[in-house]
């Protein structure tokens, strides 16, 4: 008994089994996205669907064309760029954020706003 506890204890002195660490694996996807006209036609609802996430993690980019949009938990990143395909006006933008579900609405850019007569002679 005596010699098997001396064993035991060489054993673990010089332990040939390593410690496995289990390390956090963060993924990166891209969040789903829903797009659609508001009621009187005047600009777009977007809705990204972002589960789990804070609301101070998510960062909401937005230019005439463009969304962009990221947001992250513990053990996911989230992630997208989008083209909208009418121009917007991002000044104007309001959006919401409430259980996993980014809620933008915002109208759409005036394009007669810069646009200037033009004499034909």
Same mark, same amino acid.
Do not use: F, H, W
């Given at each position: %008994?005596?010699?098997?506890?001396? *064993?035991?204890?060489?054993? *673990?002195?010089?332990? &040939?089994? *390593?410690? +496995?660490?289990?390390?956090? @694996?963060?993924? $990166? @996807?891209? #969040?789903?996205?829903?797009?659609? *006209?508001?009621? !009187? ?6 809705? +990204?669907?972002? =589960?789990?996430?804070?609301? !101070?993690?998510?960062?909401?980019? %937005? ?9 992250? $938990? !513990? ?11 009418? =121009?917007?006006? #991002? &000044?104007?933008?309001?959006? $919401? ?9 915002? =109208?759409?850019? &005036?394009? %007669?706003? !810069?646009? +200037?007569? @033009?004499?034909?002679?």
């Amino acid at each position: %008994m005596v010699k098997l506890l001396a *064993e035991i204890a060489k054993v *673990e002195e010089k332990s &040939d089994i *390593e410690e +496995v660490k289990e390390e956090a @694996i963060t993924r $990166t @996807i891209i #969040p789903e996205i829903c797009t659609y *006209e508001n009621e !009187d036609s005047t600009g777009y609802i977007i809705e +990204v669907i972002l =589960p789990g996430v804070e609301k !101070d993690t998510i960062k909401l980019k %937005m230019n005439k064309n463009n969304l962009i949009v990221y947001g992250e $938990t !513990d053990s996911l990143n989230y992630g997208g760029l989008y083209q909208l395909c009418c =121009p917007i006006d #991002p &000044d104007k933008a309001k959006s $919401t954020y409430r259980n996993g579900l980014l809620k933008i609405e915002v =109208p759409y850019l &005036d394009i %007669m706003k !810069d646009t +200037v007569n @033009i004499k034909i002679e």
